[in-house]
Nanobody, 127 residues
Framework: QAQLVESGGGLVQPGGSLRLSCTAS????????IGWFRQAPGKKVREGVS?????????NYAEPVKGRFTMSRDSDKNTVYLHLNSLKPEDTAVYYC???????????????????WGQGTTVTVSS
């Protein structure tokens, strides 16, 4: 069974930066799709933030984070990173990574396509 573990969340002032990590174990990365989602306080829906597809090499970002967030990957460590820059109070949320194998692409807005999820890491942006 695949396992994902997020880390790196914390309290940061507006304009600050964080790096979130998502480390995978228990599965091979055959055509894997990795997605980052977030759930803001009081909201029921997890919002897509970014995703990466190993199949076509694409990386996609949601409009609210374009130009501020960046995904990167260290295959040797089985870890995907989400670099959060120029953080705003509205970025406050629990951030989750998700994965799905044998994917032809990644899904930025379809959380249900991902079969494996981490436990989440909390990001709070406040002065």
């Amino acid at each position: 069974q695949a396992q994902l573990v997020e880390s790196g969340g914390g309290l940061v002032q507006p304009g600050g930066s964080l790096r979130l990590s998502c480390t995978a174990s228990g599965f091979t990365s055959d055509y894997v799709a990795i997605g980052w989602f977030r759930q803001a306080p009081g909201k029921k829906v997890r919002e897509g933030v970014s995703c990466f597809s190993e199949s076509d090499g694409s990386t996609n970002y949601a409009e609210p984070v374009k130009g501020r967030f960046t995904m990167s990957r260290d295959s040797d460590k089985n870890t995907v990173y989400l670099h959060l820059n120029s953080l705003k109070p509205e970025d406050t949320a629990v951030y989750y990574c998700a994965s799905e194998r044998l994917a032809l692409s990644c899904w930025l807005y379809r959380a249900a396509e991902y079969g494996n999820w981490g436990q989440g890491t909390t990001v709070t942006v406040s002065s």
